[in-house]
């Protein structure tokens, strides 16, 4: 019988393309498992850092998604009390678990920044705004001496994101408004031509040390305080 060449090339190449494609998807899946892993042992660690340091009457928190997480904060202040418990991808639901833990120990001072994920992903920012209120409930119940700072929601590079961060922003605000909370309104000086200003975000969300700038001329008068 006659072997059929290009019958066994076809399966040659089917097996190598198969072969590939798992090979490709072990390392990727190998490489996500342990970018998870990886956050979760640097969450733990900022936790225990966190909790393993006595309450004092200087501690200021800050708590946020990753926006709060990539700001160095003791540098730029030069304040070694200042704490960063910002966390990259959360949503309000998170950032108000968090709030949960933090606000026992009842510091002077809280800086809370949250909602942009909430956007970016979609979700019902009614139940961001629920949330919100909730840590600004916590705050007042469980720690009234605590002095809270809410931070608006900064804008991005998209529009339809901006249009949602903006009723959000909106939202907050009447409310800081009616209970008598500080808040720090810092969207319109990110702005430029309606969109995130190019020179101050790497990606259209995240920001760059010029951002940074920005966001600290708006802080230092609440944190020297």
């Known amino acids: 019988?006659?072997?059929?060449?290009?019958?066994?090339?076809?399966?040659?190449?089917?097996?190598?393309?198969?072969?590939?494609?798992?090979?490709?998807?072990?390392?990727?899946?190998?490489?996500?498992l342990f970018g998870i892993e990886s956050r979760h042992q640097f969450e733990r660690?900022?936790?225990?850092?966190?909790?393993?340091t006595a309450h004092d009457s200087t501690e200021i928190i800050f708590i946020g998604t990753s926006l709060t997480q990539n700001f160095r904060l003791q540098e730029e202040f030069n304040n070694p009390h200042l704490k960063n418990m910002g966390f990259g991808g959360t949503e309000t639901p998170a950032i108000l678990n968090n709030f949960k833990r933090i606000i026992v120990r009842k510091p002077p001072k809280?800086?809370?920044e949250g909602g942009i994920?909430?956007?970016?992903?979609?979700?019902?920012?009614?139940?961001?705004?629920?949330?919100f209120v909730e840590m600004c409930t916590l705050a007042k119940t469980v720690s009234p001496r605590t002095k809270l700072f809410v931070q608006s929601v900064l804008p991005t590079m998209t529009s339809k994101f901006n249009e949602r961060i903006e009723g959000y922003n909106s939202r907050i605000m009447d409310y800081c408004k009616v209970h008598n909370i500080p808040y720090i309104n810092m969207y319109h000086d990110f702005i430029v031509d309606g969109k995130l200003n190019p020179l101050a975000t790497i990606d259209g969300i995240h920001l760059t040390p010029y951002g940074y700038y920005l966001w600290k001329k708006h802080l230092l008068p609440y944190i020297n305080e």
């Open 1 to 32: 019988m006659a072997i059929n060449k290009k019958l066994i090339y076809k399966y040659i190449f089917i097996i190598s393309i198969a072969l590939n494609v798992l090979t490709i998807g072990y390392f990727i899946d190998k490489k996500v």
């Open 45 to 52: 660690q900022k936790w225990n850092e966190l909790f393993s």
């Open 110 to 112: 809280i800086f809370l």
């Open 117 to 131: 994920n909430d956007v970016q992903n979609g979700l019902n920012m009614d139940d961001a705004f629920k949330n």
